[in-house]
């Protein structure tokens, strides 16, 4: 007798259909049963104090007894009418407890799968509640490899429908009888999954001012880039390389380029104010002194303290930078613009900042992008006349995004926050005006550029000038 079996069941052996876990709520027969394996990311970790299922946050002891039908449930989908009897405990325990990826199948294959991600917050139920429908945090998504994947930011587990005829659930919840034709059970099972995951619900769920303050995407953006409820595919995983080579940092410029004067960094850790005077001091200031337009020599300071490219490496293939202001996994993926109306010393027009060679590469002379990007900064600013320059601060998303999954562009976000108040603290040193915006032209640097936005696109916009005589 091979080994891990006995009579009377094993994890692989037959038993008669209808009687596995959910056989009595489920109507398991000959042509419906269940799949059931372990949910994404979890492992079986063995310790002095016992063995446990983990996958963080949750954990739940299993016995030896129990490992066994455990390591069957984690190798590949198991039909739940063919596990043994004396497993029914189990099951049901890890039902409950969200660590069970369940499909239930019908005459014409899979119909749906219930996914967890965590633990539920709330019982399984035992019917369906009237009124049923999506919660407005759900979203349906095409699934890769097929079928329609229901979400939310809110919900304990996702559901993948597989079967196209039972998918109209999702579009009407409520519905209690399903069209001729479709399976009456199955339509039935889907409705209390989706209720059970909190994709679907009844009545008011925005009655309290802290779920109403949400909206379905930041929410979704929040949690996500946290890892909640993301399962494995988080962090640090270097997926891209198995599809493309790390992007390396951006090439030198190919066009005219104004060579930027270098600050005595000696002469400024003498006189530069405090880090606590300029911490103090610091004030958005949105109008610009007009009758003493910023000179090139303060811009190329500013930029030289900023952003400069202090050293370039390599990591096991992998191109890393050091700049003044830290950047997460030393990708630095942000590029600055400098759109210039005012600065003496240098000509209107849109430039990139070359920080390893400190110096401006002409990417346009000004034209009605440029403009726009101006105009959008002065409305944005509440600003009465547009900036004497306008710093456009863009990502390039493949340097991040080809080692990170999941926070790769909330790190982005995170990054721009760095290097906005480096820019508010050399501003202030400097005795310049500076002013973060919260919102731009993106369309405009688009066409300014013709950069597919895929590959780049702005985050963060900052302007820069003289400070007028009364700050606002």
């Given at each position: 007798?091979?080994?891990?079996?006995?009579?009377?069941?094993?994890?692989?052996?037959?038993?008669?259909?209808?009687?596995?876990?959910?056989?009595?709520?489920?109507?398991?027969?000959?042509?419906?049963?269940?799949?059931?394996?372990?949910?994404?990311?979890?492992?079986?970790?063995?310790?002095?104090?016992?063995?446990?299922?983990?996958?963080?946050?949750?954990?739940?002891?299993?016995?030896?007894?129990?490992?066994?039908?455990?390591?069957?449930?984690?190798?590949?989908?198991?039909?739940?009418?063919?596990?043994?009897?004396?497993?029914?405990?189990?099951?049901?325990?890890?039902?409950?407890?969200?660590?069970?990826?369940?499909?239930?199948?019908?005459?014409?294959?899979?119909?749906?799968?219930?996914?967890?991600r965590q633990r539920p917050d709330r019982p399984e139920p035992d019917g369906v509640p009237p009124g049923l429908r999506l919660s407005r945090f759900t979203s349906i998504v095409a699934a890769p490899d097929g079928g329609l994947r229901v979400t939310s930011p809110r919900a304990w587990a996702e559901v993948l429908v597989r079967e196209p005829a039972t998918a109209a659930v999702l579009a009407h919840p409520a519905t209690e009888r399903p069209a001729p034709?479709?399976?009456?059970?199955?339509?039935?099972?889907?409705?209390?999954?989706?209720?059970?995951?909190?994709?679907?619900?009844?009545?008011?769920?925005?009655?309290?001012?802290?779920?109403?303050?949400?909206?379905?995407?930041?929410?979704?953006?929040?949690?996500?880039?946290?890892?909640?409820?993301?399962?494995?595919?988080?962090?640090?995983?270097?997926?891209?390389?198995?599809?493309?080579?790390?992007?390396?940092?951006?090439?030198?410029?190919?066009?005219?380029?104004?060579?930027?004067?270098?600050?005595?960094?000696?002469?400024?850790?003498?006189?530069?104010?405090?880090?606590?005077?300029?911490?103090?001091?610091?004030?958005?200031?949105?109008?610009?002194?007009?009758?003493?337009?910023?000179?090139?020599?303060?811009?190329?300071?500013?930029?030289f303290r900023c952003a400069r490219t202090v050293l370039v490496g390599d990591l096991d293939g992998v191109e890393l930078r050091a700049r003044p202001y830290p950047s997460g996994g030393g990708l630095h993926e942000l590029e600055v613009y400098v759109v210039a109306d005012r600065v003496a010393g240098l000509a209107a027009g849109t430039y990139h900042y070359d920080g390893h060679d400190h110096a401006l590469g002409l990417v346009r002379p000004p034209d009605?992008?440029?403009?726009?990007?101006?105009?959008?900064?002065?409305?944005?600013?509440?600003?009465?006349?547009?900036?004497?320059?306008?710093?456009?601060?863009?990502?390039?998303?493949?340097?991040?995004?080809?080692?990170?999954?999941?926070?790769?562009?909330?790190?982005?976000?995170?990054?721009?926050?760095?290097?906005?108040?480096?820019?508010?603290?050399?501003?202030?040193?400097?005795?310049?005006?500076?002013?973060?915006?919260?919102?731009?032209?993106?369309?405009?640097?688009?066409?300014?550029?013709?950069?597919?936005?895929?590959?780049?696109?702005?985050?963060?916009?900052?302007?820069?000038?003289?400070?007028?005589?009364?700050?606002?």
């Open positions: 007798m091979p080994p891990g079996r006995r009579r009377g069941g094993g994890p692989g052996r037959p038993h008669r259909r209808g009687r596995g876990p959910g056989a009595g709520r489920t109507g398991v027969s000959q042509d419906r049963w269940e799949t059931l394996r372990l949910r994404a990311g979890v492992s079986v970790v063995h310790t002095a104090a016992g063995t446990h299922l983990v996958g963080p946050p949750d954990h739940e002891p299993v016995t030896a007894q129990e490992v066994v039908v455990v390591r069957a449930l984690a190798a590949a989908e198991q039909r739940a009418d063919a596990l043994a009897p004396s497993a029914a405990p189990l099951l049901a325990r890890l039902r409950r407890g969200g660590w069970l990826r369940v499909t239930a199948h019908g005459p014409g294959g899979p119909v749906h799968t219930l996914d967890p034709g479709v399976d009456a059970a199955a339509w039935q099972r889907l409705r209390r999954d989706l209720c059970w995951a909190g994709l679907a619900v009844t009545g008011d769920e925005d009655h309290d001012f802290h779920v109403r303050q949400w909206s379905p995407v930041d929410l979704e953006f929040h949690r996500r880039s946290r890892g909640i409820g993301v399962g494995q595919r988080y962090g640090a995983t270097y997926w891209g390389r198995a599809y493309a080579p790390p992007p390396a940092g951006r090439p030198p410029a190919r066009r005219p380029v104004v060579a930027l004067p270098r600050p005595d960094l000696d002469r400024l850790r003498r006189d530069d104010p405090t880090l606590t005077a300029v911490l103090e001091a610091r004030r958005s200031a949105r109008e610009h002194h007009d009758g003493r337009p910023i000179t090139l020599d303060q811009l190329g300071e500013f930029l009605g992008a440029s403009r726009r990007l101006l105009h959008a900064a002065r409305d944005s600013a509440g600003a009465e006349r547009t900036p004497q320059a306008l710093l456009v601060v863009t990502a390039r998303f493949g340097r991040l995004m080809w080692k990170y999954e999941g926070l790769a562009y909330a790190l982005a976000l995170k990054n721009l926050g760095v290097l906005v108040q480096t820019m508010y603290l050399a501003a202030t040193a400097m005795g310049l005006g500076g002013c973060a915006l919260g919102a731009g032209a993106p369309h405009a640097f688009t066409h300014l550029t013709g950069v597919d936005p895929l590959v780049e696109d702005v985050v963060g916009e900052f302007t820069l000038g003289t400070v007028a005589q009364s700050p606002r």
